[in-house]
Nanobody
Framework: QIAESGGGLVQPGGSLRLSCEVS????????IGWFRQPPGKERWGIAC????????YYHDFVKGRFTVSRDNAKSTVYLQMNSLNAEDTATYYC?????????????????WGQGTQVTVSS
């Protein structure tokens, strides 16, 4: 089971931290991906991490602004989002898989959360 939280309304230039709670004993063998779906558009991967080796992928749109981290004790993954702008408005999804590596392709992930809405607006 995967549950995202932390979405909301934020002003341009602001920050949000999304959380992804994964119902597993340990994240050590998992890949976790963050995806987003803007209104009226397709869903695509923005940040993915393979916890077996720590390798990460960030889409150019978010590189330098978004950071993935984890809380080992809680099997929770975070997406810290800084310098948000209107183009970041979307529903954000967390996904997990045992074999995706750091690849961020939607079809590689078997387990998905329900999504959390992020709206960037003044």
């Amino acid at each position: 089971q995967i549950a995202e939280s932390g979405g909301g309304l934020v002003q341009p230039g602001g920050s949000l931290r999304l959380s992804c709670e994964v119902s597993v004993d340990t994240l050590d063998f998992w890949s976790i991906g963050w995806f987003r779906q803007p209104p009226g558009k397709e869903r695509w991967g923005i940040a993915c991490i393979d916890f077996r080796d720590g390798e990460t992928y960030y889409h150019d749109f978010v590189k330098g602004r978004f950071t993935v981290s984890r809380d080992n004790a809680k099997s929770t993954v975070y997406l810290q989002m800084n310098s948000l702008n209107a183009e970041d408005t979307a529903t954000y999804y967390c996904a997990a898989d045992l074999a995706a590596g750091r690849r961020c392709a939607e079809d590689l992930y078997d387990f998905w959360g329900q999504g959390t809405q992020v709206t960037v607006s003044s």
